[in-house]
Nanobody
Framework: QVQLVESGGGLVQPGGSLRLSCAGS???????IGWFRQAPGKEREGLSCISSNDGTTYYADSVKGRFSISRDNAKNTVYLQMNSLKPDDTAIYYC???????????????????WGQGTQVTVSS
């Protein structure tokens, strides 16, 4: 079972940028990786997912054009670059892993998923 640790969250002004990192306890090469968030009183939503093998990516409409997912299998790390941040982006951000899942199943949470503990992102002036 893979263990995931997120980092890079914090407080940022509207329009600013953050890069989140998700480090795995072992190789992530066989896992699709996704980034999710959950704001107070709202359901957890899938933001962006990347496949294990061919680099296929998926983005939710809410972040398309602003967020970018990438992975470095040599470092067992997946990143989420977040630009043009808005107050509505405030939430706890989670990374997750699912072995050999499609990006659609991953981001729709329609597969077995291992979760990280989350990192807080607050967008406020």
């Amino acid at each position: 079972q893979v263990q995931l640790v997120e980092s890079g969250g914090g407080l940022v002004q509207p329009g600013g940028s953050l890069r989140l990192s998700c480090a795995g306890s072992g190789t992530l090469a066989y896992y699709a990786i996704g980034w999710f968030r959950q704001a107070p009183g709202k359901e957890r939503e899938g933001l962006s997912c990347i496949s294990s093998n061919d680099g296929t990516t998926y983005y939710a409409d809410s972040v398309k054009g602003r967020f970018s997912i990438s992975r470095d299998n040599a470092k067992n790390t997946v990143y989420l670059q977040m630009n043009s941040l808005k107050p509505d982006d405030t939430a706890i951000y989670y990374c997750a892993a699912a072995p050999w899942a499609t990006v659609q199943d991953m981001c729709n949470m329609e597969t077995s998923i291992y979760w990280g503990q989350g990192t807080q992102v607050t967008v406020s002036s």
